[in-house]
């Protein structure tokens, strides 16, 4: 049955490839009365047709308004809504099969034997499983241990604009500016400390008032501009045939030594072929867990999660513009390059948009493998929880075919999309000018605004009144920070739907916030008291209709932002009473990373205190002195004040205002970044004392002298007689002279042997990273792998947080000395334990993004 309903799909796939391509045919066809009545008459049937079908699920279904654009955009969104809840009850049977004893494994291709968890290492023997069952795979594993815990640089959250993480620029026609080259920047931005790398590098620039364009600015951006391809990439290759896979070396790489040799193997051939396998639904950027390198005789799977630190190192070959890198679709790939590792592409040629330019049926990996190489390759490892160590054969050899066979791929569209021009090369040109495009984008980080729970309201085509749309509201802003806190997707911690549900629900009382959700998201269940409190705090809102609470959502928004804005979007701190006018977002121009603005030098303090013109009712970062007269509120809005006490402004330290506020054991922990910073500024302020210092001694050391010279010739008398005395010394004295000598000296040898330790070369320090890192210690030498729940919310939790309710990741923590015993043993991520029955890759963003075909 299920046969054939794959079948039914995939045939259906097929033949909707097939059809002429909007754009081109298709309005040519168009022109035809008869194809067009033709078209509006199965579009009526498929659409009635899909109406059903989601009616059947309880989806809602209006799929009218067929002929504009928006229309087709809601229907397009309907439908992604309607797979969401199909193919999450599709997760929750599949679980209730799973049956209740659920078996602590990580759910495998049949026939794999479930290893022991161990992030590191690689199953260099294969699977061992001699007969692999071609009937069952799962796509996502349960209980993986998190990659992010070992990564040396922390994963940077923050809500603050992404900043590359390049350092050295190979192959630069124009050099790196100073500001990513300094390397004072690096040194002083050691692992452990809990201050995100990006808002490190924020206050040193607020310090040096170096150019924020260069921060953010491509590092390539010249040498791609400036970049052309020669003559001999525009003419018809020779088509060179791919290896046979079974022929073909396939090397796993896990060190440094041999991401070396790799980086050194590259840089001397013309072209390679480069893919990545992602993650995205444990981690709230997404992470690279996987890149498939193809030469022409060779492949390469490293190991990302292991090399995460290293990567970069191949930029070498990456950005050299004489070497071409071939990759499929790379559109995601350039930005998890840039994002994960500080890599980037010049000179690279899209199979994808070949694809295109070919007008091929489908653009496909599949299809391309289908059509050039008669490979039959299936695309169902594409979601399968990349993050497996040691990865199952199967996954391996499915990675590997990602690149196997691209590069004859590059040579066989090369040769079609020459003929197809007459042998003119104008077509080969579009496509490597639209790869140029991709290599050119720049990775984004996801940015919360107080705008950003409009733009998923309106995408859930429910017109919410204003107390929905303020759970919602709430709940969206609590899901943000928890994603960032815990390092998970947002879909994780609360799906959409489960969101959009319990703010249209509004349930009275906590239980009625799990029965919005099935299965319960692990963090709901331990947060449901107070998510409780938000919907209670909503519920208390002034009741609207919908159609008020549409014409907010279109344009007046319930939080203003003042025209300049210093400081973060958490940030609604200064909110001041007072009924003031209300704006629409086009008189109060909403500055994305306003944090980032030049304008705070001119803010003066009436500006900085008189802030965000409405009140929000509640948010999570609420200052903690407002002078709320406590008694006009009820329970709900006391509970929830507390609960937002708890929570602290993470940007409100770094801020220029007067009352900064740093949470004061952050600042004499050693192990925080604030610690170092106020160490830093200390250290300037002893300086200038010292300097001071100084002077005065030296005006009172002259009088001195003076005064000196005037005893000494009084003394001179005295002196001779003393001197006389003076010259026996007695042996005890002696003695007790050099022993004092001799342990000084033992104390200094000792100490230097101590410091000695820690800072020692790694022996397996690469060619291409000796000149700038060559005095610098070897991050594995010094590395303490980071956990995530230990130190992230140290600097920001404020002393109020002890002993609250509120869910504390600490809590649950591991010290140190755990961590080392536990190393390399299943180590359990504490909320993330839980087998969850999501999809993989089913957050929002990893959904609801626009694949381009692979
Ligand atoms: P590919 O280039 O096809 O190997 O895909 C690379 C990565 O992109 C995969 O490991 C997935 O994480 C992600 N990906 C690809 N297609 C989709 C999709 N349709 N939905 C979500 N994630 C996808
Ligand atoms: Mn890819
Ligand atoms: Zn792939």
Redesign the pocket.
């Known amino acids: 049955m299920s046969l054939y309903g794959l079948g039914a799909v995939l045939s259906a796939t097929k033949a909707s490839a097939g059809l002429p391509q909007a754009g081109d045919e298709y309005d040519f066809y168009r022109s035809f009365p008869g194809f067009q009545e033709f078209c509006e008459n199965q579009g009526g049937k498929l659409s009635h047709c899909m109406s059903q079908i989601m009616q059947q699920h309880g989806c809602r279904s209006h799929m009218r308004g067929r002929n504009n654009l928006t229309g087709l955009e809601e229907q397009f969104d309907l439908v992604i809504d309607a797979n969401d809840v199909i193919l999450e009850r599709v997760g929750i049977l599949l679980d209730e099969a799973d049956g209740v004893n659920r078996s602590q494994q990580p759910v495998m291709p049949a026939g794999f034997q479930p290893p022991k968890i161990v992030v590191s290492s690689w199953n260099r023997k294969g699977s061992g499983s001699g007969s692999r069952s071609e009937t069952f795979r799962l796509l996502h594993a349960k209980n993986v241990a998190r990659p992010q815990l070992k990564f040396k640089e922390k994963v940077d959250n923050s809500n603050t604009p992404f900043i590359p993480k390049i350092f050295i620029k190979p192959n630069a026609t124009k050099p790196l500016p100073s500001y990513f080259t300094d390397k004072q920047i690096h040194k002083q931005r050691p692992e452990d400390l809990d201050v995100p790398a990006a808002l490190a590098d924020f206050i040193h620039q607020q310090r040096t008032q170096e150019h924020v364009e260069d921060m953010f600015a491509h590092p390539y951006q010249y040498e791609l501009n400036h970049l052309t391809i020669p003559e001999s990439l525009l003419s018809k290759p020779d088509l060179q045939i791919y290896k046979p896979l079974a022929e073909t070396k396939c090397s796993f790489i896990e060190t440094l030594e041999d991401l070396v040799a790799l980086n050194e193997k590259l840089c001397k051939l013309s072209e390679f072929a480069v893919?990545l396998?992602h993650h995205s639904y444990r981690s709230f950027l997404g992470l690279t867990c996987l890149m498939q390198i193809s030469t022409r005789d060779e492949d390469f799977i490293i190991d990302t999660l292991e090399l995460r630190g290293e990567m970069y190192i191949l930029n070498e070959a990456f950005t050299d513009p004489a070497i071409v890198k071939v990759f499929h679709g790379a559109d995601s790939d350039i930005e998890w390059l840039q994002r994960d590792f500080g890599l980037y592409v010049v000179n690279l040629f899209d199979t994808h948009q070949a694809s295109r330019a070919l007008n091929l049926a489908r653009h496909s990996l599949d299809h391309l493998l289908k059509h050039f190489c008669s490979v039959d390759s299936d695309k169902r490892y594409q979601l399968a929880d990349w993050r497996i160590r040691p990865l199952p054969d199967e996954m391996v050899q499915y990675?590997r075919t990602?690149t196997h066979y691209l590069l004859y791929i590059y040579d066989c569209v090369r040769v079609q999309l020459l003929d197809f021009n007459h042998g003119q090369p104008g077509l080969l040109q579009c496509v490597w000018n639209k790869s140029k495009e991709i290599s050119l984008k720049k990775y984004a980080k996801p940015i919360y605004t107080e705008e950003s729970y409009l733009e998923l309201q309106r995408k859930q085509k429910k017109s919410f009144n204003t107390q929905q749309l303020t759970a919602f509201r709430l709940l969206f802003a609590w899901r943000d920070k928890l994603a960032r806190q815990e390092d998970e997707s947002t879909g994780y911690v609360l799906p959409t739907h489960m969101m959009s549900k319990i703010s249209e629900e509004l349930p009275k009382e906590p239980q009625g916030i799990i029965a919005c959700c099935n299965p319960v998201p692990p963090l709901v269940r331990q947060q449901v008291n107070e998510l409780h409190l938000f919907v209670q705090q909503a519920r208390e809102m002034p009741l609207l209709k919908a159609e008020i609470a549409a014409q907010t959502k279109k344009g007046l928004t319930p939080i203003k932002k003042p025209e300049v804005t210093l400081f973060g979007p958490h940030d609604t701190s200064r909110v001041c009473g007072g009924d003031h006018p209300h704006f629409t977002p086009n008189d109060l121009p909403v500055k994305q990373g306003i944090l980032f603005s030049n304008e705070e030098h001119e803010m003066d303090d009436v500006q900085k205190t008189s802030g965000l013109i409405a009140p929000p009712k509640i948010t999570l970062f609420e200052e903690l002195e407002t002078k709320n007269d406590e008694e006009s509120l009820s329970v709900a809005q006391m509970k929830a004040k507390r609960i937002n006490e708890s929570f602290e402004n993470p940007f409100r330290m770094y801020l220029p205002s007067n009352d900064v506020h740093v949470n004061k054991n952050a600042k004499f922990d050693p192990s925080s970044k604030i610690f170092e910073i106020s160490k830093r500024w200390k250290l300037q302020s002893i300086e200038q004392q010292q300097k001071e210092l100084e002077a005065s001694r030296k005006a009172k050391e002259e009088a001195k002298d003076r005064a000196k010279k005037l005893a000494e010739e009084r003394n001179k008398t005295k002196q001779s007689y003393q001197e006389s005395l003076q010259n026996v010394t007695t042996v005890r004295q002696q003695a007790a002279e050099s022993a004092k000598r001799g342990g000084k000296k033992r104390e200094r040898i000792a100490s230097e042997e101590v410091t000695e330790l820690t800072p020692k070369p790694s022996k397996k320090l690469m060619k291409s990273a000796e000149g700038p890192r060559k005095t610098e210690p070897s991050p594995s030498d010094s590395f303490t792998p980071f956990d995530y729940s230990q130190s992230d919310l140290k600097v920001f939790g404020g002393a109020k947080s002890k002993g609250n309710t509120q869910f504390d990741p600490n809590r649950q923590g591991h010290d140190f000395k755990k961590k080392k015993i536990s190393k390399g043993q299943k180590s359990n991520s504490g909320a993330g334990n839980r087998s969850m029955s999501y999809l993989a890759g089913k957050s929002e963003r990893g959904f609801r993004h626009n694949w381009p075909k692979r």
């Open positions: 893919d396998e990675a990602d």
